[in-house]
C-alpha cells in the first residue's frame, strides 16, 4: 500500500528504501573512486626512493594520513558489506540508514585525510610555513563545499524531518 506524504512521492517503505540505496551507491561510487586513487598513491609512496629522506615529522604526517585513509576505506566501502550480509533480512529500511551513516563518516574521514596529504606535499614542496596556511585555506573550501553549504541550503530551505528519511517502526 502506497503512503502518500503530501511532499509529491507516492511511496511504501520499501520502495523509499530501494529508491534510497540506490541514490547511496550512485553517492559511493564518486567518493570511492577518488579514495581508492589518494589510497593507491600513498600506499606507493613509501617504496620511493626519496621516503628515506623525510624528516621525522614529515614521517609522522605520513604514516597519520595512511591510517586515515585506511579508516577511510573502510567506512566508505563498509556500506557494501552492510548490504550484502542483510540483504533478503527484510531490513533494507535499516541498513539504508546505518550505510547512510557510515558514508557521511567516511566523508569526515575523507576530510582529514585530504588535509593531511595536502599537508604532507605542501610541507615537501615549500619548505616552509606558508605550507600551513595553504593547507588550512583548502581545508576551509573542503568544510565549505561539503558540510557548511548543504547545512546552509538545509537551514534556508526547510526546517524538520527529511522527507526522504526512511521511517523504521520500533516493535517495542
Not at 629522506?53 to 591510517?67: A, G, K, P
Not at 548543504?150 to 534556508?156: D, G, Q, S, T, V
Amino acid at each position: 500500500m502506497s503512503q502518500g506524504n503530501g511532499r509529491g512521492r507516492e511511496e511504501t517503505e520499501e520502495e523509499r528504501a530501494d529508491r534510497q540505496w540506490t541514490e547511496l551507491l550512485q553517492e559511493l561510487r564518486v567518493a570511492q573512486t577518488g579514495v581508492q586513487i589518494l589510497f593507491g598513491f600513498l600506499l606507493a609512496v613509501v617504496f620511493q626512493p626519496r621516503f628515506a629522506d623525510l624528516s621525522e615529522v614529515d614521517r609522522d604526517i605520513y604514516v597519520t594520513t595512511v591510517v586515515l585513509g585506511s579508516a577511510t576505506v573502510a567506512a566508505l566501502i563498509g556500506p557494501v558489506t552492510y548490504h550484502r550480509l542483510l540483504t533478503g533480512r527484510r531490513l533494507k529500511p535499516q541498513t539504508v540508514i546505518w550505510a547512510s551513516r557510515m558514508t557521511v563518516i567516511g566523508l569526515v574521514l575523507l576530510f582529514f585525510t585530504m588535509c593531511s596529504a595536502l599537508l604532507l606535499i605542501m610541507r615537501i614542496a615549500l619548505h616552509n610555513t606558508f605550507a600551513l596556511w595553504l593547507v588550512g585555506g583548502i581545508a576551509l573550501w573542503f568544510l565549505a563545499c561539503w558540510f557548511i553549504f548543504p547545512i546552509w541550503a538545509l537551514a534556508r530551505g526547510r526546517s524538520g524531518a527529511r522527507e526522504d528519511e526512511p521511517r523504521v517502526r520500533s516493535d517495542s
